[in-house]
């Protein structure tokens, strides 16, 4: 095909060309731009209600577990009661040595009747804390004073034992003693 038309002619076909050419490119550009910002509104929306869900949550844990809250107090005594269940499983290995101890010191003569454990903890007095040794409380019989004598010294000389209390009541009767102490148990 052979082009007869003047070069001025040619010139405003192809410019013309061009000019659709732009057309159609700045309308495709702004229907993206159309496009990406819709997307962007639909993100905007899905963040807004996904937040919206989880300010919800929030609020909705948040009263359910207030202070006020009467599970919740009832959870927390629960965890204070399996503390103390746990403190004193792990304290249970150096009772079973302590009533090891007394039974392997225990003369020919003397029978334990009651005994009291009171775990290692911590006491506050007068705004100071201080750690409290674990201590039992024995009370027992015995058939003569020189039986419990000798029982007495035994602890006293035992390195498990320290700050003995035998109270002079226990000397009193020379046969037939009803006796009772508390010691302290060393770490």
């Given at each position: ?37 819709l ?5 905007k ?36 009661t ?65 039986i ?11 390195s ?26 060393a770490?």
């Amino acid at each position: 095909m052979i082009n007869l038309l003047p070069q001025k002619a040619k010139q405003e076909l192809q410019q013309e060309e061009r000019f659709r050419l732009l057309l159609i490119l700045l309308f495709m550009f702004t229907v993206a731009l159309v496009c990406f910002a819709l997307m962007l509104g639909v993100i905007k929306a899905y963040v807004m209600g996904s937040l919206f869900a989880q300010e919800s949550k929030i609020a909705l844990l948040q009263e359910r577990f207030s202070k006020d809250n009467p599970v919740l107090t009832e959870i927390q005594a629960f965890n204070e009661t399996t503390a103390q269940i746990s403190r004193s499983i792990k304290s249970s290995r150096s009772i079973s040595l302590v009533l090891e101890s007394l039974e392997d010191m225990l003369p020919a003569g003397i029978h334990l009747t009651a005994f009291d454990y009171d775990p290692p903890g911590v006491q506050v007095k007068g705004g100071e804390t201080q750690q409290v040794q674990a201590r039992i409380s024995v009370a027992g019989f015995a058939k003569t004073r020189e039986i419990l004598f000798a029982f007495r010294e035994g602890l006293e000389k035992h390195s498990l034992f320290s700050e003995l209390s035998f109270p002079a009541s226990n000397w009193v009767l020379p046969q037939d003693i009803r006796f009772s102490f508390q010691i302290s148990i060393a770490q």
